[in-house]
């Protein structure tokens, strides 16, 4: 059974940073592409960022330059580090398969202020 753990969400003011964790199990985590969602009151949920099993990397424009996703494969756990934070970036953020997902664990929530 696969199982998605987020955490690291929280509240912090424009500018800061702030450090989200997933830790998945039931899967081969290290052959799996992963992504980080999110999803903002109101809107529909959306994709971050991506990473591959062999490391590759991409970036929904919006927070290009900004986050960095990352996995330790030896831990089964994909990160998303976020910088310079916005109030647009305030949303609940999940992680998942990044192109074939599974059910959607509780998320973690970020909430920006100006």
């Known amino acids: 059974q696969v199982q998605l753990a987020e955490s690291g969400g929280g509240d912090v003011q424009a500018g800061g940073s702030l450090r989200l964790s997933c830790v998945a199990s039931?899967?081969?985590?290290?052959?799996?592409?992963m992504g980080w969602y999110r999803q903002a009151p109101g809107k529909q949920r959306e994709v971050v960022a991506r990473?591959?099993?062999?490391?590759?990397?991409t970036y929904a424009d919006s927070v290009m330059g900004r986050f960095i996703i990352s996995r330790d494969n030896a831990k089964n756990t994909v990160y998303l580090q976020m910088n310079n934070l916005e109030p647009e970036d305030t949303a609940v953020y999940y992680c998942n398969g990044a192109y074939d997902t599974w059910g959607w664990g509780q998320g973690t929530r970020v909430t920006v202020s100006s």
């Open positions: 990473i591959h099993a062999v490391g590759s990397k």
């Open positions: 039931g899967f081969t985590f290290a052959t799996k592409a």
